[in-house]
């Protein structure tokens, strides 16, 4: 449980392994780092229909092993009461009552969970922590050094790994970049900027393509209009009344692999809120809800020092994301930020990296990423200096390695036969078909 305690508490760390479907070509295992936080591996490896997240080269050559990390799924899961989980308040304040409020709520939050959480593992589930876990995986699998791949939050991991272990890494890939070094100004404009950079895009795309469900339309417009109507509370879909930050999510997701023509539906179907018809949806046929639910944002919590001082330096902040992303002024981040208002100082701050004297690492990740921003990749490729080579996606996503089969191609050679990218290459866009 606590690394710098190994005679103290234990909990158990659950590993899924697919081995390598040619063993005479078994170059080792790879590790995948899922992201979040809060994804399971297991799940990654378990499922057959996700192990096409990994190509067929990739498989043959390697065991391909995850785990759910400390804290998340099987691994002894941060636990908390539904029924206050369930509570969670709106990241748009708008008062310093509602601030407040939510700080209150944050420290019920915390001691619910961490009486929910078994082995005490609630104040012990920080990447760095993770990092320590990473190195008891790789000595429990006999490799001498480790083969990584880390996607969203999970290059967070690998990136500290590199840091705290360099001389044990063979070949280590970070797709879809975290940049672990910004405070909270930079956290959010570098956040906002690149969502809206992704919206921006989709408008392009709408723009040119006659399939595109709102073709024709003045698409900015159309969901200005759709975030005036979430802001009165006349906003539904399947019959849950969506907040703007709801609304604001539900595109972001659209975003991810981008599935814009999905997005086009979407901005032309949510109805106008019935609250009778929301009621009855929410009840009818519905099951017991279970008394305890996962709360993976802990994990954010204690990797990230986002302080605020009160609603009016929220507000001004509030003001300032709306004029660096017009359209997409209620970006997923500012739950990030709320939802640890009054923690603690983590035990895992934010810092700028330094590693030294580790095989190169391959950065890779996309131009227009709605939620791992290009300017995040480049500035995590300067931080690692000449250990590591930024591979340039110029399309569209969360994520570059199912984008198309050059990224694939240029990361596989990497982790197959450490074959490094040169400087600078990039592989050209592949526009969506969904």
């Not at 915390?110 to 000595?139: P, W, Y």
């Not at 709102?214 to 009165?232: F, I, P, Q, T």
């Not at 009840?283 to 802990?298: Q, R, Y």
């Amino acid at each position: 449980m606590d690394w710098s305690d190994p005679d103290g508490a234990h909990f158990g760390l659950q590993l899924a392994r697919r081995k390598a479907t040619d063993p005479g070509a078994r170059v080792g295992s790879m590790v995948f780092g899922p992201g979040g936080p809060g994804d399971s591996g297991v799940n990654r490896i378990v499922k057959e229909a996700n192990m096409g997240r990994f190509s067929d080269d990739l498989r043959s050559r390697f065991d391909i092993v995850s785990f759910d990390p400390r804290g998340v799924g099987l691994s002894n899961p941060i636990l908390c009461s539904q029924e206050l989980l369930d509570r969670r308040p709106s990241p748009v304040m708008k008062s310093q009552a509602e601030f407040d409020a939510t700080a209150k709520y944050n420290r019920e939050l915390r001691a619910d969970c961490r009486k929910n959480t078994e082995n005490g593992l609630f104040d012990h589930v920080d990447t760095l922590s993770m990092v320590q876990d990473l190195d008891a995986i790789r000595a429990a699998l006999g490799e001498r050094s480790l083969t990584f791949h880390g996607s969203s939050y999970g290059t967070l991991l690998g990136e500290q790994y590199a840091e705290e272990y360099p001389k044990r890494v063979r070949a280590l890939v970070l797709e879809a970049v975290v940049d672990h070094s910004l405070g909270t100004r930079k956290f959010l404009s570098t956040q906002s900027a690149t969502l809206q950079d992704s919206f921006d895009e989709f408008v392009a795309w709408c723009d040119r393509t006659e399939s595109c469900a709102v073709h024709g339309s003045d698409v900015r417009a159309l969901w200005a209009d759709l975030l005036k109507r979430a802001e009165r509370g006349e906003l539904s879909d399947d019959g849950r009344t969506l907040t703007p930050f709801e609304l604001n999510v539900e595109v972001m997701k659209r975003l991810y692999d981008p599935e814009w023509r999905g997005l086009g539906t979407f901005l032309r179907g949510p109805a106008e809120s019935d609250p009778e018809a929301t009621q009855a949806a929410g009840t009818a046929g519905d099951s017991p809800a279970p008394a305890l639910g996962e709360n993976a944002f802990e994990i954010f919590c204690q990797d990230w020092s986002l302080p605020v001082s009160g609603y009016q330096e929220y507000a001004r902040e509030l003001r300032r994301i709306s004029r660096i992303a017009p359209d997409m002024k209620y970006p997923r981040s500012l739950m990030s930020v709320s939802a640890c208002l009054g923690a603690p100082e983590p035990d895992n701050p934010q810092h700028r990296l330094k590693v030294r004297d580790s095989r190169t690492v391959l950065l890779t990740n996309s131009i227009h990423d709605p939620a791992s921003g290009y300017n995040w990749a480049t500035n995590v490729a300067k931080q690692l200096g000449s250990n590591a080579v930024l591979h340039t996606y110029e399309g569209w996503g969360h994520g570059t390695y199912s984008s198309s089969p050059c990224t694939q191609e240029a990361t596989d050679a990497y982790l197959i036969s450490l074959k490094v990218p040169r400087r600078g290459a990039s592989c050209p866009a592949v526009e969506p078909v969904g």
